[in-house]
């Protein structure tokens, strides 16, 4: 099984590609969601944002085997708590 | 007289009588349209044969309600569906103008996607116009009883616009949006003690049903064509019925501030009235509705996070 930041790394890249937003933009200035939804070129709204999760939980689940469940989040919630959210799934989940 | 079929487009009609069957919503319209010859001066002939059918009276209606009857609870669940509908006709008037945006992108490309959007924007005129009568019904009540009026400024912020969305996505969630309602107003219908407001609940609430018909008949049409994914549906269920997801209305730990629309599920006032949520119900319409317009079945929450997770992949 992965380590916590093999984990990590994972999340980030796989998350950051789906939004298409670098991720020293993304992580550096910790955008919230409603800044992640504003900034990125491909999204509209909230369900684009929910498919960004999902892509990055079946990636987790391809390629690694660990299932996490959604979470329902407000929109001012940075992304590193996401981030927190997600290793702390995947922990229990492994 | 000239006969030429070419040069003479009146030669090609003939009498015909008007369509005897029963009114009722186009269920296939993509099969109707591809296999039937289906034209939209037909299509909207069959909408306005169902409109005319279901049309029924504000005035008449109001006139059957004993308004000394009506309990604390009614008074409260009147005023709210007043103002509520309000955010109808700003969501009508969305649809009729992303209807024919769609429709003018896809002619040319997919001519049958085209007309199912023409189909939908010309369908919008009828909703707008029933809707009406559920805002203007619920809120003249309000006044006869002489219930809190509804300032102009909070009149005209309930009338903004909706933001655009992928057309998928939006008739899944005004399919979604009329499941509440009917439901909320049948459970409604369910507590009116009144004879003449119980009729008048289960009048708006079938209204609802039917216009929810609607819509999933155009969501069916577009997954049907091939040109739209049903995992657009499923993200737009998904995100309602989730846990702490919009279904669960004013009843979230938290909700969303907005400044560029309202959504009358996030803006209902109780108080100590209490009314019912029936959320399984609601649940298992929105089942029956992922079923009709992507032919995929689910029974549960969970499925459906399962589903589209499925379907959008990595």
Not at chain 1, 9 to 15: G, P
Not at chain 2, 165 to 186: K, P, Q, W
Not at chain 2, 300 to 310: A, I
Request: aromatic share 8%; glycine share 6%.
């Amino acid at each position: 099984m992965p380590n916590h930041a093999e984990l990590s790394a994972f999340i980030c890249d796989t998350f950051s590609r789906h939004v298409e937003i670098e991720p020293e933009v993304l992580y550096g200035e910790d955008l919230s969601l409603a800044a992640i939804i504003k900034t990125s070129p491909k999204m509209t709204n909230s369900v684009d944002l929910m498919e960004a999760f999902a892509r990055t939980a079946n990636a987790l689940r391809k390629t690694w085997g660990i299932r996490v469940r959604l979470p329902t989040l407000p929109l001012d919630t940075p992304v590193s708590r996401v981030l927190d959210i997600f290793l702390a799934e995947a922990a229990v989940a492994a | 007289m000239n006969t030429d079929l070419r040069t003479d487009p009146l030669a090609t009609r003939h009498a015909r009588r008007p369509t005897s069957t029963k009114p009722a919503i186009l269920d296939e319209i993509h099969r109707a349209i591809t296999e039937g010859g289906c034209t939209l001066t037909e299509i909207a002939w069959e909408q306005q044969r169902l409109h005319e059918a279901r049309r029924w009276s504000v005035v008449e209606l109001i006139s059957n309600i004993d308004l000394e009857r009506l309990s604390e609870g009614d008074r409260v669940r009147i005023w709210n569906a007043g103002r509520a509908e309000l955010t109808t006709k700003p969501g009508a008037d969305r649809v009729a103008r992303l209807a024919d945006a769609e429709c003018r992108r896809w002619q040319g490309e997919d001519d049958v996607v085209a007309a199912i959007m023409q189909a939908c924007g010309t369908w919008s005129r009828y909703w707008n116009e029933e809707e009406a009568h559920h805002e203007v019904v619920f809120n003249q009540l309000s006044s006869f009883l002489g219930l809190p009026a509804i300032p102009d400024v909070e009149f005209i912020e309930y009338r903004k616009v909706f933001p655009d969305d992928e057309m998928l996505r939006t008739l899944t969630l005004l399919v979604i949006s009329e499941i509440v309602a009917a439901v909320n107003y049948g459970q409604c219908a369910m507590l009116a003690e009144d004879p003449g407001l119980r009729a008048l609940f289960k009048q708006v609430a079938a209204d609802e049903i039917q216009h929810m018909g609607y819509f999933i008949a155009f969501a069916k049409g577009l997954v049907d064509s091939g040109a739209y994914q049903a995992k657009e549906a499923f993200a737009v269920a998904h995100f309602f019925i989730r846990e702490g997801g919009d279904l669960y209305g004013v009843k979230r730990d938290r909700i969303e501030e907005r400044d560029t629309h309202v959504n009358w599920w996030d803006h209902l006032e109780h108080g100590d009235v209490s009314t019912p949520d029936a959320i399984e119900r609601k649940q298992t319409l929105i089942f029956s509705a992922l079923k009709r317009i992507t032919g995929i079945s689910v029974s549960s929450v969970e499925e459906v996070e399962d589903t589209w997770m499925d379907l959008v992949g990595c």
